[in-house]
């Protein structure tokens, strides 16, 4: 099993529509996880981090469900700027120095 | 303003040929870090760094060398490049141990290596 997996995509959706995306990830020790943003052949922005009560900011919403070993992520009202790459990416354990997993990404394209 | 400044943004060259890949950050960050993205591979860590004179080896250390001499450089070198280390590389930082903070990227080399 693959550490961190993402569905692909992509996501086609309209604009105003709901949609969401898990990742799973394989270790069970993993502590931190987060939701990176990137647009085509640009570098990767912070999101949103996830935390274990689950987390919102605006039309986005994170959540964590550690015994089934996933994060996902909403996006509510989806706009055509939603358009990009969302990257999972998840810390193995607390260790400091720690690499992160980064998963492949999910594409989203949001049309009008 | 904060950022990861890396150059050169676009860099073809040929095989064997040594090069550098300069990165900066004016944050004050003691983690700084090396990924290449590869379609269908994602993000992958060549090598990263907890502060000065701390380097250490990531997923995808062969072919590549960093050092931190100084807290805001972490340049990435290719002794001999090869055609397989063509891809798309970024530099990121973070304050702390990186593993639970906010990660900032440099904009990206493109590199070819011919």
């Known amino acids: 099993r693959k550490e961190v997996e993402q569905d692909p995509g992509p996501f086609n959706v309209p604009e105003g529509a709901t949609v969401a995306f898990n990742c799973t990830y394989s270790?069970?020790?993993?502590?931190?996880f987060f939701w990176y943003r990137q647009d085509c052949r640009k570098e990767p922005k912070l999101l949103m981090s996830v935390y274990s009560s689950g987390n919102e900011d605006g039309r986005f919403t994170a959540q964590l469900n550690r015994a089934s070993q996933y994060i996902s992520l909403l996006i509510r009202d989806s706009k055509l700027s939603d358009s990009a790459t969302y990257l999972c990416?998840?810390?193995?354990?607390?260790?400091?120095?720690?690499?992160?997993?980064f998963g492949k990404g999910t594409t989203l394209s949001v049309s009008s | 303003e904060a950022q990861v400044t890396q150059n050169p943004r676009y860099l073809i060259t040929v095989t064997g040929k040594k090069l550098t890949v300069t990165c900066s950050q004016n944050m004050n960050h003691e983690y700084m870090s090396w990924y290449r993205q590869d379609p269908g591979l994602g993000l992958r860590q060549i090598y990263y760094?907890?502060?000065?004179?701390?380097?250490d080896k990531g997923d995808v250390p062969e072919g590549y060398k960093v050092s931190r001499k100084e807290k805001r450089n972490f340049p990435l070198i290719l002794e001999s490049p090869s055609p397989n280390q063509t891809s798309l590389y970024f530099c990121?930082?973070?304050?702390?141990?990186?593993?639970?903070?906010?990660?900032?990227f440099g904009s990206g080399t493109q590199l070819s290596v011919l």
């Open positions: 270790n069970s020790a993993s502590q931190s």
């Open positions: 990121a930082s973070a304050t702390g141990g990186g593993w639970n903070e906010k990660l900032f």
């Open positions: 760094s907890m502060n000065v004179e701390v380097t």
């Open positions: 990416v998840v810390t193995p354990h607390s260790q400091a120095g720690t690499a992160l997993i």
